[in-house]
């Protein structure tokens, strides 16, 4: 689901919050009993936070469980296109598609205890074995690859090697980075708590209102 609430007052406006938690609903509904967030309701509302002269930077709490894989991008296109601070806090875990939204902010944050999950794309569901399909999700893998790499200081081939390792999940592919390592990894830029991301947006909302 996802809520906008105002998180306090700066000089010239308010930092508002913007929650995406469970999986990122696409076109696809899901059953009632499983929480998601919505895209459609997102987009307008990350485009309203950037227009309203009243709200001077915007946080993202993130706790994730894969979704939609274009909702997603979609979503975190619309965050790194804001001109207004941002940052993101990821808070238990980053599945999939929260890697990208977590990247997507001006400054991103991931809490001591949370943990990101790195693995390929693929399709659920009945899939046309063709050459066509392969292609789709490679093509798909590469567009992800750019948008992280692009927004965070980890290299392309280190990504991909996370994304292959075959040590770390029982069934599956991939890797799973607690707090500190995705720092290290240079996926996420610090390690820090909601007063650490609240304390980057004030200050960048100084330094941009004096600017």
Do not use: W
């Not at 899901?30 to 936070?49: G, Q, R, S």
């Not at 929260?98 to 693929?122: D, E, Q, Y």
């Amino acid at each position: 689901m996802e809520e906008l609430r105002e998180l306090g007052q700066t000089r010239q406006g308010s930092i508002h919050c913007l929650t995406i938690i469970g999986q990122i609903e696409g076109h696809q509904v899901l059953p009632e009993d499983v929480k998601t967030t919505k895209y459609e309701h997102i987009l307008p509302t990350i485009a309203a936070i950037e227009e309203a002269p009243e709200i001077t930077a915007l946080l993202i709490l993130l706790n994730t469980a894969g979704g939609d894989v274009e909702a997603g991008l979609a979503i975190a296109e619309m965050i790194a296109g804001m001109k207004k601070p941002t940052a993101s806090l990821v808070l238990g875990g980053g599945h999939s598609i929260g890697v990208p939204l977590a990247v997507s902010a001006r400054r991103s944050f991931i809490a001591p205890s949370a943990s990101m999950t790195i693995h390929p794309v693929r399709i659920t569901g009945v899939v046309i074995g063709a050459a066509q399909t392969y292609d789709y999700l490679s093509r798909m893998q590469e567009r992800i690859t750019a948008f992280v790499t692009a927004h965070s200081a980890i290299k392309a081939g280190r990504f991909h090697e996370l994304m292959s390792d075959t040590r770390q999940l029982a069934n599956d592919v991939g890797s799973i980075l607690t707090g500190q390592e995705a720092v290290n990894e240079g996926l996420i830029d610090s390690v820090g708590t909601l007063s650490d991301a609240l304390r980057y947006l004030h200050e960048a909302d100084r330094v941009q209102q004096s600017g």
